[in-house]
């Protein structure tokens, strides 16, 4: 609260302001009580957590391990890990889920190899007026929504569209649509989350490196890999956290613009009615492969970084 | 590959089709539940919670019921058969307008109540002879739905392409189908019938008499089939408007569709036919809930949604064939409407193998093995796809 400058509200602020003396009393209470201080700040984001995140996920987990009445379809609770087991024994569900893992990695690495020139560009090179065109021209497609995104991209590859149109009389002709064309829809999805991470990490090097990198006789390209890409690497991990995930759990860019290809989510969307044990199993998957990627990038060091 | 012996066969093939199309299925007893059905009408109870495919519930016809009835209705539109069952299993839904694939699940589920077909005039004879005392509403003799319209699976073709129509199915099977890379399928367990249907006629050895009776072997028959087939798709469906964009955006030319998908993609060269092996199709009627608390409310419904007006209502909206043909006669739209969708055309319809849910017992009524259920069609069809 500041010291006010306006006329007369002494009084009214009198009413709806407790007084000098109750807030001080509250936070006499707050400073002596470390404990309830801890738990009123952390009440409201813990309950959402647990009560809303956790426990629905653990709800879903959970009927990873129970049975399906073949007869009826009805889920009823049990104990198997015969749901766990399919997810290695059935070739169908291992290959999916490698495949979804090889398109997540490959969805990363593509960001990275588009967001490090860029992002160098932007923030070394760009006119100011350049460089908020770019941002602009990269936060913009978070402004459309996601289904429309994808719709957008099946009109690009589609046999009439726009790619075949463009480039058809220079003999460029659309794939149709097949796993390398959902890799592209995710890449464009999720580019975003890579390249403001990389911009901004590059943008807050430190002038005097390049200058001293120059000086040591490095041209463009030694000072990018021995300077600038060790120091903005816990920035591509921040970025491929976002990029790795979010590959990891969709499904309707296959669907829409993958042609035959199965990924994880599309076992998960097509059993959540049919068999919702395997959809639960499977959808351990993904959880599974994003630890093991955190606990790489921790190896790594650049979590503590970030 | 194997279209040599197309041309000999076919009359043949569609002949043993209509037979044992027509033999009833009144010998095979199932293990149902024991649920109780009503005796008469009661007083209305002032609403009705229905699951519906999109376009079978509609203000045009609810608001007149509503007015005679008092029973407000409440709708949620379901997406797939599976979401079918799995709602009506919430308990909190008092009718379905189910698919035969979803009826004969919550049949032996107990989800559904058997029904005094006496209590509901409209169910009457003018009723399509095709649609009555099939194996997906009635079972064990007693009558468990009330038919709503059918639809066949066809294949649909862009005849710039094609040049004509393909006389079979063999285009979106056999690895060398010229159109491979531009084959649709349709993205769900149930697609496996169509594989088995194809089977039926060129491989006559695997003695499939059902495509919904299907042993271990004949699964694993059509599996190789759908996996075959799956090196050819371009995109599998289950959503129409992606149906209809990949034909008429020229990455899909030959695939499986229906009658009213072909006339939304309103494009000239875009056709259906229904080639020599026959196919499958959908039969729809209403089942009401066994735990329902407003059951007079559901007869009223069933009864004012079988006359023919509005049930043709529901027809038209919807793009298939009534279930009610007494509607067809009550004007030239109607009798257009009727004959685009071969309604009174049983001689067409007997070549369609309505959707059933496969189950453990041998819907063709062998005894000596057992079938393959609709779980195991489940997991069978997420290996096609790899």
Redesign the interface.
Known sequence: MSETTTADPVDERAQSVPSPLQSKRVSTFLYQRERFRLGALLALPMTWLIGVYIVSLFLLLITAFWV?N?????VSPGFTLENFVSLVT????L??SLRTLGMALAVTALSIIFAVPLGIYMAKLASPMMRNLLVVAITLPLWAGYLVKILAM??VF????FINWALGPLGVSSP??NIWVAIITLTYLWFPYMALPVFTAIRQLPVNLFDASADLGASGFPTIFRVVLPLIVPAIIAGSVFTFSLSLGDYLAA??TG??T?MIG??IA??I???PP?AAAFSMVPIAFVVMYLMVARRTGSLERM | MKTKQVGVVSLLAVSTLILSACSGTSELTLDVPDVPMIENVGEFEGELNIVNWAGFVEPAWTDQFTTDTGCVVNSRAAG?S??M??LM?SGEYDIVSASGDAAL?LI??GDVQPLNVELIPNFGDDIAEGMKGQLYDTVNGMPYGVPIGRGANLLQYNEDVTGGAPESWDVVWESDSPYA?KVTAY?A?IYIADAAVYLMYHEPDLGIENPYALDETQLAAAVELLKQQ?GI????W??AV?QI??F????TVVGTSWEVLRKFADTPSIKTTLPVEGSTGWYDAWLVSSSTPNVNCAYAWMDYTSQPSVNGAIAMNFGMAPANTAFCASSEEAQAHCDEYAAEDEEFFDRIWAWTTP??QCLDGRTDVSCT????W??A??????
């Open positions: 399906v073949p007869f009826t379809s009805r059935v070739p169908a569900y290959s999916t099946r009109l589609t046999e009439n569209g149709g649509f669907r829409f042609g035959a199965q599309s076992v097509a059993n009615n049919l068999n395997v | 797939t599976d979401e069952v799995t299993r699940r032996v589920g890379g993205d367990p799956n798709i371009g995109e599998y289950s959503d992606a964009t990949s008429v955006g020229g990455n189950i453990e259920s609709f779980q195991d489940t997991n069809w997420l290996t096609v796809k790899g």
